[in-house]
């Protein structure tokens, strides 16, 4: 029913920055806690980041605290992650995410998830 989009990931020099965006359509994501996860090759997924219904409250992982940045722009029906002094371990595919309802857990993500934007940094 809703389709998830992302976008703005790339290549990038350790210590660079990046931020990417998650478009929804098809259905309002103002009810719904929203996250972002990523998966690097032989790994498997992991929470990254996760804000709730109007953005007063977030959650991250504790290897992204104090360099990554989650938001939400209801009125554009997107959620931002802004990237800042990635490292090559940062390098994997990043997932937006639905959350089932208006609040965050961190364990137990949504149904629906995007198709995934490659972030690669080099050393």
């Known amino acids: 029913q809703v389709q998830l989009v992302e976008s703005g990931g790339g290549l990038v020099q350790a210590g660079g920055s990046l931020r990417l965006s998650c478009a929804a359509s098809g259905r309002a994501l103002s009810s719904y806690a929203m996250g972002w996860f990523r998966q690097a090759p032989g790994k498997e997924r992991e929470f990254v980041a996760a804000?709730?219904?109007?953005?007063?409250?977030?959650a991250y992982s504790d290897s992204v605290k104090g360099r990554f940045t989650i938001s939400r722009d209801n009125a554009k029906n997107t959620v931002y992650l802004q990237m800042n002094s990635l490292k090559p371990e940062n390098t994997a595919v990043y997932y937006c995410n639905v959350y089932s309802g208006p609040w965050i857990v961190v364990e137990n993500p949504g149904h629906y998830w995007g198709q995934g934007t490659q972030v690669t940094v080099s050393s």
């Open positions: 804000v709730s219904l109007s953005g007063g409250t977030t």
